[in-house]
């Protein structure tokens, strides 16, 4: 079992709650600048400490991630990070341009040697709002736009490309990957099409937001669905994106976790705006699990329920080394994407430490 | 103008496809987001986001079988040489694959634009068996000269599959003859590996075709025909990679656009390289979703791109289209 930090890069000063897009009256760039040095500081330690994966995410007009191209921040980390994979959990790729993309993520697999986790994503309901794109054809964007990236990263010679959504006259991108035939690509299987979609396409999967057992329903079923396609899927197809804190010991951790709860958490970018989340539902870009899909998004709670819904790994090394193992046998999953649950200075970079150097060793074993 | 009419009747039916609804109202997610987003869909109702609409995948107009081209004869070379036309303006024949003539719904938008001839080639359909044709260059020469004898000068040429080695021929014999050449799901040039092979009507249907709900109902040719069909495409198609057609190819200078399904399994997208490497001037057209029969699953792309490399040869590779939104 791999180990992964994902890092929100998160605006470390305060901002308006509750809405979407955040106003930007209260933006610092000096907040902003101590943010991302924040950020890059964990994943160069995430690196040293041996973690497998250090993740980058997309998300705009939101202080929750300063990342709304995670491919500058995936850049910055090439200078940084210098043997994790670095993991694009992921690129929106329907509201982006897809050759961009694949010239983008082919960058990164050169700069890095081939360290490049090529996530695609269909991105959260209100960023169709961002680049003014219709959430009803979010699907068919994402099939399209995957298989022109995948036709980008793979054909050596100019071609054309006659899509639904994306016409290209001539398209050869340079650098090429230097994984071959292209890095391994990941994308979100919560609801049943996507689950389907990717095995159908043989791409390995990733739950975020997920409550973990509504994931390991889903990722039964990718697994069923890879069977009716004649394949099997490894356990590093399955990655779970978890938030996680880890201190000496367990009243430690949920005291941090009480009190970064404390602080302005910038959460809820999906569904922060009522108004455009709920025009995005009746477009069907939820698919035929709206109920599902809409209630992991809005799934929320007092701390000890989070935790007890697998929500958040915390507490000491041995509690979370047990809940771990309890994640594994629930989903099967290959990678755990430890998202940082706080920013609390030395105490978010000794869990870091803790995750590293206590846990990801015993979690390859596994 | 070839382009604004193929690209709005493209625009058209991409706007009914790709919509699926949600196929059930929202009953709950958390209670408190439920009283939420009723009131905000209250609020919201009036001005709701542009709603897309639910439609399947346009089942293309079965019409009439042949979309208004109508039927007639030449005589070429000994042979009694069937051909549908439809259309006015420049001319764009068009030779079938080794399943026969059809007309196609990209034959049929082309026709707006072109005048389009569609060839049945000797020993197809219910034409007599065709002995004499040793080769396919023999076969060529005689379609050529069935063009002729319809006192055409100037042409583009487009081929499906089989049919698109025998365009190949046909254009290393009289390149002078043509504006562009078009080679669709091409078996020109192939990969040496073995021939998928469906075992069934059903696994042929979805060889063919990533959208069967688009094929226009036709009547099934009879197996008598499609075994004389088939012995004739087997005598001439000739081997995967044929020197001889290969070498003239190299020489040739005809504007060439190649078109691949990306989902074709039968002559699969990764031997598109192949056409660029040999055919010093071809361009290569990946049509997204469509298997073999790319014509009946994306019409509208195939007519898109396939008018705008007739109209503007290289220079398609250079938009024209106007970026602005509101002047």
Same mark, same amino acid.
């Given at each position: 079992?791999?180990?992964?930090?994902?890092?929100?890069?998160?605006?470390?000063?305060?901002?308006?709650?509750?809405?979407?897009?955040?106003?930007?009256?209260?933006?610092?760039?000096?907040?902003?600048?101590?943010?991302?040095?924040?950020?890059?500081?964990?994943?160069?330690?995430?690196?040293?400490?041996?973690?497998?994966?250090?993740?980058?995410?997309?998300?705009?007009?939101?202080?929750?991630?300063?990342?709304?191209?995670?491919?500058?921040?995936?850049?910055?980390?090439?200078?940084?990070?210098?043997?994790?994979?670095?993991?694009?959990?992921?690129?929106?790729?329907?509201?982006?341009?897809?050759?961009?993309?694949?010239?983008?993520?082919?960058?990164?697999?050169?700069?890095?040697?081939?360290?490049?986790?090529?996530?695609?994503?269909?991105?959260?309901?209100?960023?169709?709002?961002?680049?003014?794109?219709?959430?009803?054809?979010?699907?068919?964007?994402?099939?399209?736009?995957?298989?022109?990236?995948?036709?980008?990263?793979?054909?050596?010679?100019?071609?054309?490309?006659?899509?639904?959504?994306?016409?290209?006259?001539?398209?050869?991108?340079?650098?090429?990957?230097?994984?071959?035939?292209?890095?391994?690509?990941?994308?979100?299987?919560?609801?049943?099409?996507?689950?389907?979609?990717?095995?159908?396409?043989?791409?390995?999967?990733?739950?975020?937001?997920?409550?973990?057992?509504?994931?390991?329903?889903?990722?039964?079923?990718?697994?069923?669905?890879?069977?009716?396609?004649?394949?099997?899927?490894?356990?590093?197809?399955?990655?779970?994106?978890?938030?996680?804190?880890?201190?000496?010991?367990?009243?430690?951790?949920?005291?941090?976790?009480?009190?970064?709860?404390?602080?302005?958490?910038?959460?809820?970018?999906?569904?922060?705006?009522?108004?455009?989340?709920?025009?995005?539902?009746?477009?069907?870009?939820?698919?035929?699990?709206?109920?599902?899909?809409?209630?992991?998004?809005?799934?929320?709670?007092?701390?000890?329920?989070?935790?007890?819904?697998?929500?958040?790994?915390?507490?000491?090394?041995?509690?979370?080394?047990?809940?771990?193992?309890?994640?594994?046998?629930?989903?099967?999953?290959?990678?755990?994407?430890?998202?940082?649950?706080?920013?609390?200075?030395?105490?978010?970079?000794?869990?870091?430490?803790?995750?590293?150097?206590?846990?990801?060793?015993?979690?390859?074993?596994? | 103008?070839?382009?604004?009419?193929?690209?709005?009747?493209?625009?058209?039916?991409?706007?009914?496809?790709?919509?699926?609804?949600?196929?059930?109202?929202?009953?709950?997610?958390?209670?408190?987001?439920?009283?939420?987003?009723?009131?905000?869909?209250?609020?919201?109702?009036?001005?709701?986001?542009?709603?897309?609409?639910?439609?399947?995948?346009?089942?293309?107009?079965?019409?009439?079988?042949?979309?208004?081209?109508?039927?007639?004869?030449?005589?070429?070379?000994?042979?009694?040489?069937?051909?549908?036309?439809?259309?006015?303006?420049?001319?764009?024949?068009?030779?079938?694959?080794?399943?026969?003539?059809?007309?196609?719904?990209?034959?049929?938008?082309?026709?707006?634009?072109?005048?389009?001839?569609?060839?049945?080639?000797?020993?197809?359909?219910?034409?007599?068996?065709?002995?004499?044709?040793?080769?396919?260059?023999?076969?060529?020469?005689?379609?050529?000269?069935?063009?002729?004898?319809?006192?055409?000068?100037?042409?583009?040429?487009?081929?499906?599959?089989?049919?698109?080695?025998?365009?190949?021929?046909?254009?290393?014999?009289?390149?002078?003859?043509?504006?562009?050449?078009?080679?669709?799901?091409?078996?020109? %040039?192939?990969?040496?590996?073995?021939?998928?092979?469906?075992?069934?009507?059903?696994?042929?249907?979805?060889?063919?075709?990533?959208?069967?709900?688009?094929?226009?109902?036709?009547?099934?040719?009879?197996?008598?025909?499609?075994?004389?069909?088939?012995?004739?495409?087997?005598?001439?198609?000739?081997?995967?990679?044929?020197?001889?057609?290969?070498?003239?190819?190299?020489?040739?200078?005809?504007?060439?656009?190649?078109?691949?399904?990306?989902?074709?399994?039968?002559?699969?997208?990764?031997?598109?390289?192949?056409?660029?490497?040999? %055919?010093?001037?071809?361009?290569?057209?990946?049509?997204?979703?469509?298997?073999?029969?790319?014509?009946?699953?994306?019409?509208?792309?195939?007519?898109?791109?396939?008018?705008?490399?007739?109209?503007?040869?290289?220079?398609?590779?250079?938009?024209?289209?106007?970026?602005?939104?509101?002047?």
């Amino acid at each position: 079992m791999k180990s992964a930090l994902f890092c929100t890069s998160r605006y470390l000063g305060p901002a308006k709650p509750g809405v979407w897009p955040v106003p930007a009256d209260t933006y610092s760039t000096d907040i902003a600048e101590r943010s991302y040095q924040t950020t890059l500081e964990q994943f160069r330690l995430a690196d040293e400490v041996n973690f497998d994966w250090v993740t980058v995410a997309e998300h705009h007009f939101a202080p929750f991630s300063l990342t709304p191209n995670p491919m500058v921040f995936a850049g910055a980390l090439t200078q940084v990070v210098k043997k994790a994979k670095i993991a694009l959990l992921g690129a929106s790729i329907p509201i982006l341009n897809p050759i961009r993309v694949a010239e983008e993520m082919a960058m990164l697999d050169t700069l890095t040697g081939g360290r490049i986790v090529a996530g695609m994503l269909r991105g959260t309901g209100n960023e169709y709002v961002t680049y003014n794109l219709n959430p009803a054809e979010s699907r068919a964007r994402f099939e399209e736009a995957l298989q022109l990236i995948r036709y980008a990263w793979t054909q050596t010679q100019p071609f054309a490309w006659q899509g639904r959504f994306f016409q290209y006259r001539s398209i050869c991108i340079w650098p090429r990957p230097v994984q071959q035939p292209h890095p391994p690509i990941y994308m979100s299987a919560s609801s049943p099409e996507s689950g389907e979609f990717a095995a159908r396409n043989k791409l390995g999967i990733g739950f975020a937001f997920t409550p973990s057992p509504q994931a390991a329903t889903a990722a039964d079923h990718y697994r069923k669905q890879a069977k009716l396609n004649d394949w099997e899927p490894k356990p590093e197809d399955i990655i779970f994106r978890i938030a996680v804190h880890v201190a000496d010991t367990d009243e430690q951790a949920l005291a941090d976790l009480e009190e970064a709860a404390r602080q302005p958490a910038h959460l809820g970018v999906s569904t922060a705006n009522r108004a455009v989340e709920s025009v995005v539902a009746g477009t069907g870009y939820y698919g035929r699990d709206v109920e599902g899909q809409r209630g992991r998004l809005f799934a929320r709670g007092d701390l000890k329920q989070r935790v007890a819904n697998g929500q958040i790994l915390l507490g000491s090394v041995e509690t979370v080394w047990k809940q771990i193992q309890d994640l594994k046998n629930m989903m099967g999953c290959g990678v755990l994407d430890f998202t940082l649950a706080t920013q609390l200075g030395s105490r978010t970079l000794h869990a870091i430490e803790l995750i590293g150097e206590k846990i990801a060793p015993r979690m390859r074993e596994i | 103008m070839a382009r604004k009419a193929t690209k709005k009747a493209a625009k058209k039916a991409v706007q009914k496809y790709a919509k699926k609804p949600a196929k059930k109202i929202v009953k709950k997610a958390a209670k408190a987001v439920k009283k939420s987003a009723k009131k905000v869909a209250r609020t919201v109702a009036k001005a709701p986001a542009k709603k897309t609409t639910a439609k399947k995948p346009a089942a293309r107009k079965a019409s009439n079988g042949n979309g208004g081209f109508k039927e007639r004869t030449v005589k070429a070379d000994g042979f009694t040489i069937r051909y549908a036309e439809a259309g006015k303006g420049d001319v764009l024949i068009s030779i079938h694959g080794a399943g026969g003539m059809r007309i196609s719904p990209a034959h049929e938008l082309l026709a707006k634009t072109y005048r389009v001839i569609v060839f049945e080639v000797p020993g197809f359909g219910t034409s007599p068996a065709n002995t004499r044709s040793a080769t396919m260059a023999e076969l060529a020469a005689s379609m050529n000269k069935a063009i002729a004898a319809l006192g055409i000068k100037k042409f583009s040429l487009m081929g499906n599959s089989f049919g698109a080695k025998l365009v190949s021929w046909m254009a290393v014999q009289a390149p002078d003859t043509l504006q562009a050449l078009l080679l669709v799901a091409p078996a020109a %040039i192939r990969h040496d590996r073995p021939r998928v092979v469906a075992n069934s009507p059903e696994e042929e249907l979805k060889l063919f075709h990533a959208h069967p709900e688009r094929i226009a109902r036709r009547p099934a040719p009879k197996k008598d025909i499609l075994d004389k069909q088939q012995a004739l495409v087997r005598r001439l198609i000739g081997p995967p990679r044929d020197a001889a057609l290969e070498d003239q190819l190299k020489e040739m200078k005809v504007p060439t656009l190649a078109l691949f399904g990306t989902v074709d399994r039968v002559t699969p997208s990764d031997a598109a390289y192949l056409y660029r490497e040999i %055919i010093p001037n071809c361009h290569i057209g990946m049509i997204y979703d469509a298997a073999h029969a790319i014509d009946v699953d994306r019409p509208e792309a195939v007519s898109e791109i396939v008018s705008d490399f007739i109209e503007r040869q290289e220079k398609f590779l250079v938009t024209g289209e106007s970026g602005v939104i509101h002047p």
